[in-house]
């Protein structure tokens, strides 16, 4: 098959638009990665002179880069192209490994036959003492030290190992394994649309500096991308910093285990608990829901982990809304699992809520003393990475294990990178959890690359300042919301956001969400289109505001998404209705240290009147 795309990369490749670099893209208008790259091949045949007009064009393939971004979704389109396979069936990974484990758990559910990896002469992905992790996913993997099968004999899933990127060395071939990508060659046993979902919440696709750097190389042009280094100095500071920032003293021997994105770094925690015993997991229903699909994804593949939810939306309280839940598992502490984890955003998204500490403590040791099984409570402090969370916990409950995540894309790299991590505590039950987190990664190769850690040992010092401007940006642009919507409607809509008192002590969130007052005659359709309405209407003015899941920002932009339709995808419909009022769902604002105060004021004004008139 001609290789239309790869004979117009190097042209490509010069003229890469800005917007393709970075994490976060716009949210609207989508195209998939198949859409995308059949519009790429379309430019590449077209005989058109390619200009970054005309490559910006395109559009864009998915809206954040653990999904797919238009760097990944170009080096995966040429690589279909040279395996004449649709690009569906074309998947890297930021991990060497991860393919295997991704085409393992989307076949799992063929019988109990082993998937069988046919290595040849090169060395096995796996030692044999890391195929427990497999097993307790439910998934039986044989690494072979010998060519594939020429024919099916059984129902095994066949995957072949090799050392560069190619079809498979004959039909009985499922799935080829090459470095950093996975070839489906047979998608009846390896579905791609499950992989899809097991390499977004469990990993990332490669990084897009590697792939800018393999797409010069199949180009034959000089390699130019992903060549610079972190030094070992600034690696140590940036872990001190992940320490101070998180409220626990640095601590070399129990540094930070850092990731290539926030989710890869939740799932090594998860399995980590799996691998002590198992664990019962409660976390809010309304949590992230790249954060709640990845605790769905585990559930469904092993025995001993199980999810549980609290329920914080509307005028629900945090304290109490824990306490139910924590108080109907100790009635039945023989069901439960060695260890529970209290796993709660802080403050949570999208409400921003934070909780009272102290009252959580004293749910948090009732529930122990009922229970009598061990409690770890993590919290995402995401929202306010140096929040001190480890420090408040301990000056509470000295002995309780807690341990911080932390999703790096947002305020720490400025969102000019991924990355996730995880902050022990001082307590040897928390350090020992880390340890485990650290060997688990190692086994699935999900640790940072070295691209993402030159971005975050550049960009980490400051986030405290950052978070703070962002947080009086916010409290300013707030302010004048809610008196343009009184001016509208005569209504004081409340914001959902953090008090003064919080950000007083360190929950400094970039991010607010609220409903907006239903207009009078409204009809019930127009009721469920009203955030997006208003997002839309904001994002006309595209110099200072943008469509986009993400936050923490440094780029003079208000990101402007509906929850409920992006970051809750993957929540259930009756959680996200809780969250509606009078039938509008909850609009989110996130904002960067700095903005054009006066136009931002004018296009929020204009936007109200718009939504009222």
């Known amino acids: 098959m001609t290789s239309t795309i790869k004979n117009a990369l190097p042209a490509i490749l010069e003229v890469i638009p800005q917007d393709w670099r970075g994490t976060t893209y716009k949210n609207h208008a989508l195209l998939g990665r198949a859409a995308f790259a059949k519009r790429l091949a379309e430019l590449a045949a077209s005989g058109r002179t ?49 393919p295997v484990v991704a085409a393992c758990l989307t076949t799992k559910g063929l019988g109990s036959a082993p998937v069988r990896l046919y290595c ?41 190992l090799a050392d560069t990127f190619r079809r498979g060395s004959t039909d ?60 070992p100095e600034g690696l140590a500071d940036f872990n001190a910093h992940l320490q101070t920032l998180s409220g626990t003293a640095v601590d070399a021997q129990a540094n930070p285990v850092t990731f290539t994105a926030g989710l890869p770094a939740l799932s090594s925690m998860w399995l980590s608990m799996i691998s002590r015993g198992g664990a019962d997991v409660v976390m809010a229903s309304t949590a992230y829901g790249g954060s709640s699909q990845l605790t769905d994804v585990i559930e469904q593949h092993s025995t001993l982990f199980r999810k549980t939810k609290y329920h914080v939306q509307g005028d629900n309280g945090m304290v ?36 009272d500490l102290q009252e959580l403590a004293a749910v948090i040791t009732e529930y122990k003393e009922k229970t009598g099984k061990k409690l ?21 409950l000295p002995d309780l294990p807690v341990l911080a995540f932390i999703s790096l894309s947002k305020s720490v790299s400025r969102g000019l990178t991924t990355g996730g991590t995880i902050v022990a505590n001082a307590t040897a039950e928390a350090k020992s959890i880390l340890k485990d987190i650290e060997r688990v990664s190692a086994i699935i190769d999900t640790n940072a690359k070295k691209d993402q850690l030159v971005f975050l040992s550049d960009n980490h ?76 209407l904001l994002c006309e003015d595209s110099k200072n505001f943008k469509p986009c899941v993400s936050f923490g920002q440094d780029n003079g932009v208000i990101y402007c998404t509906v929850p409920a339709t992006s970051t809750q995808g993957a929540i259930k419909e009756e959680d996200k209705a809780k969250q509606a009022v009078g039938g509008v769902q909850l609009t989110r604002l996130s904002f960067p240290p700095t903005v054009t105060m006066d136009a931002v004021k004018d296009r929020v004004t204009a936007a109200i009147a718009a939504i009222y008139a």
């Open 50 to 98: 390619i200009t970054t007009e005309a490559v910006e064009e395109i559009g864009t393939s998915e809206d954040y880069f653990r999904v797919a971004s238009n760097f990944t979704t170009t080096l995966e389109a040429v690589l279909a192209e040279e395996a004449n396979v649709p690009i569906d069936q074309v998947f890297t990974f930021g991990s060497n490994v991860m």
């Open 120 to 160: 040849g002469d090169a060395p096995p992905p796996f030692a044999d003492s890391d195929l427990v992790l497999m097993q307790n996913l439910g998934v039986n993997l044989e690494q072979l030290s010998e060519a594939a099968p020429s024919t099916r004999s059984n129902a095994n899933v066949v995957l072949e």
């Open 172 to 231: 009985a071939v499922d799935g080829v394994v090459s470095p950093h990508c996975l070839l489906i060659t047979n998608p009846a046993t390896i579905k791609p649309e499950d992989v899809l979902v097991i390499r977004k919440r469990l990993a990332t696709p490669v990084t897009n500096p590697m792939a800018e750097a393999w797409l010069q190389q199949l180009a034959g042009v000089t390699v130019t991308a992903n060549q610079s280094a972190f030094t």
């Open 320 to 355: 109490d809304a824990i306490r139910i839940q924590l108080t109907a598992l100790s009635a039945h502490p023989e069901k439960l699992f060695p260890t529970t984890v209290l796993f709660s955003e802080l403050p949570t998204n999208p409400d921003m809520k934070v909780p």
């Open 376 to 396: 770890v409570f993590l919290a995402d402090t995401t929202f306010a990475p140096g929040s001190q969370v480890l420090k408040k916990f301990s000056d509470l």
């Open 461 to 536: 010092r400051g986030v405290e300042q950052r978070c703070k401007d962002a947080y009086d940006v916010h409290v300013e642009v707030g302010t004048h919301l809610v008196g343009e919507v009184h001016k509208a409607t005569g209504v004081t809509m409340p914001l959902c956001t953090v008090t003064p008192k919080d950000a007083a002590v360190g929950f400094t969130s970039s991010t607010f969400s609220f409903n907006l007052p239903s207009p009078k005659n409204a009809s019930a359709a127009d009721l469920a289109s009203l955030a997006q309405r208003f997002v839309d």
